[in-house]
């Protein structure tokens, strides 16, 4: 069946520390993937997305994904986190051959002063 | 500027009474989704639209219905029949597949 897995439900990270949040997907080909950022009560922003070509993307807000085929991985990274940063993170991907995204269960982080 | 609307922010509802939830955009995206989010379980999807007088069931549509007379507009309703419907809900648009979709800022429905 197809799934995307965010293993960690809750991450704390020091303000200035690096960040990297998990996702796995399990499609029978490579989907579109995709990361969105939702503060409390609000709706979800597109962070980044990936379709193909260079595998490292760069999105706003200084965060950046690395896809890994082999993986079937779609880490989220930041060098330095800062405290505006505190939110829930989904991971999502949509089949190449419809347009039904499918999301992850979120990983909230909280940042640390 | 353009984007979608999601409005009340916040509804309470008498058991036993349906309520619709608005959900307008400016996009003119041709696609809309509904979904609902619980604590710890992502968001899931309750009905999309592709196309104007046209929608489909997603995995929880059970107790909801949904109309798309216009291509801005796509109301969701919680029947009486949906036997948890305090949630928050979750209107989003697209374009097509490779530009992912926007999301309305939520509605917080409660029963009472």
């Known amino acids: 069946a197809q799934s995307v897995t965010q293993p960690d439900i809750h991450i704390t990270v020091s303000e200035g520390a690096s960040l990297e949040l998990r996702c796995n997907y399990s499609?029978?080909?490579?989907?579109?993937l995709f990361w969105y950022v939702q503060s409390p009560g609000q709706g979800l922003q597109l962070l980044l997305k990936y379709f193909s070509g260079d595998t490292l993307v760069q999105g706003i807000k200084g965060f950046e994904a690395e896809f890994k085929r082999s993986q079937s991985s779609f880490n989220l990274r930041k060098p330095s986190v800062h405290w505006s940063d505190a939110a829930e993170y989904f991971c999502a991907v949509v089949h190449r051959d419809n347009n039904d995204m499918r999301f992850g269960a979120g990983t909230r982080l909280t940042v640390k002063p | 500027d353009g984007g979608i609307t999601q409005s009340p922010k916040y509804l309470f509802r008498k058991e036993g009474q349906n309520v619709t939830l608005s959900c307008e955009q400016n996009?003119?995206?041709?696609?809309m989704y509904w979904y609902r989010q619980d604590p710890g379980q992502g968001l899931r999807l309750i009905y999309y639209?592709?196309?104007?007088?046209?929608?489909q069931k997603g995995d929880i549509a059970e107790g909801y219905s949904v109309s798309r007379e216009k291509k801005e507009s796509f109301p969701l309703t919680v029947t009486s029949a949906q036997k948890n419907p305090t949630a928050f809900y979750l209107c989003a648009s697209s374009m097509g597949q490779n530009y992912g979709y926007t999301f309305g800022s939520g509605t917080r429905l409660t029963v009472v």
């Open positions: 996009l003119n995206h041709d696609a």
């Open positions: 639209s592709q196309i104007v007088n046209d929608f």
């Open positions: 499609y029978g080909a490579t989907p579109y």
